[in-house]
T-cell receptor, first 119, second 111 residues
Framework: GAVVSQHPSRVICKSGTSVKIECRSL??????MFWYRQFPKQSLMLMAT?????????EQGVEKDKFLINHASLTLSTLTVTSAHPEDSSFYIC???????????????FGPGTRLTVL | KQEVTQIPAALSVPEGENLVLNCSFT??????LQWFRQDPGKGLTSLLL?????REQTSGRLNASLDKSSGRSTLYIAASQPGDSATYLC??????????FGPGTRLSVLP
């Protein structure tokens, strides 16, 4: 199947700094990528939908000025956590919509995740 | 708004047992449904994808079924092994391709 990578896999930063997380589709072009967040012992929650060449769509309750998303190319979306605080510590996972399937529809492929710890 | 639930929340079985994990969703207008496994502290591994027009998919010891009209999916694991221990998540996507995840079932297979 298609491969999605994330970088970095783990990051520790001080409170108040900004952190950028990259999500890349390695062997296919993805016009749409999604960003999810998972707090300990909770399920994944969609944060935003990232469309190449346009502004991201944020879910209710997600601050767009805090979580900046840039989808500048068909293979790369970035999530920047600005002025990070300890409560932003979480597991961030991206996914990308794959090529259309033969039977219709398409499949999403998930990155391995990035664990952010804000001290 | 789509809501996804999973039963049971946790399950512990001896090695070799067959088991069933359940997933329910409130809005039957789905695009597809995927089952994932997640190991502690790790990302997601896609297990099976069922498109809305399909009723089941099989991969090895795994079989997933989908009944859209009743809003249910089951994941059947045959001859469970300790390596199957993980959290199993089901997720449904709408026509906008947004995924809504269930809370997961935490499976422990005892040797």
């Amino acid at each position: 199947g298609a491969v999605v990578s994330q970088h970095p896999s783990r990051v520790i930063c001080k409170s108040g700094t900004s952190v950028k997380i990259e999500c890349r589709s390695l062997d296919f072009q993805a016009t749409t990528m999604f960003w999810y967040r998972q707090f300990p012992k909770q399920s994944l929650m969609l944060m935003a939908t990232s469309n190449e060449g346009s502004k991201a769509t944020y879910e209710q309750g997600v601050e767009k000025d805090k979580f900046l998303i840039n989808h500048a190319s068909l293979t790369l979306s970035t999530l920047t956590v600005t002025s990070a605080h300890p409560e932003d510590s979480s597991f961030y996972i991206c996914s990308a919509r794959g090529p259309p399937l033969a039977g219709g529809g398409d499949e999403q492929f998930f990155g391995p995740g990035t664990r952010l710890t804000v001290l | 708004k789509q809501e996804v639930t999973q039963i049971p929340a946790a399950l512990s079985v001896p090695e070799g047992e067959n088991l069933v994990l359940n997933c329910s969703f409130t809005d039957s207008a789905i695009y597809n449904l995927q089952w994932f496994r997640q190991d502690p502290g790790k990302g997601l591994t896609s297990l099976l994808l069922i498109q809305s027009s399909q009723r089941e998919q099989t991969s090895g010891r795994l079989n997933a079924s989908l009944d859209k009209s009743s809003g249910r999916s089951t994941l059947y694991i045959a001859a469970s092994q300790p390596g199957d221990s993980a959290t199993y998540l089901c997720a449904v996507s709408d026509y906008g391709q947004n995924f809504v995840f269930g809370p997961g079932t935490r499976l422990s297979v005892l040797p």
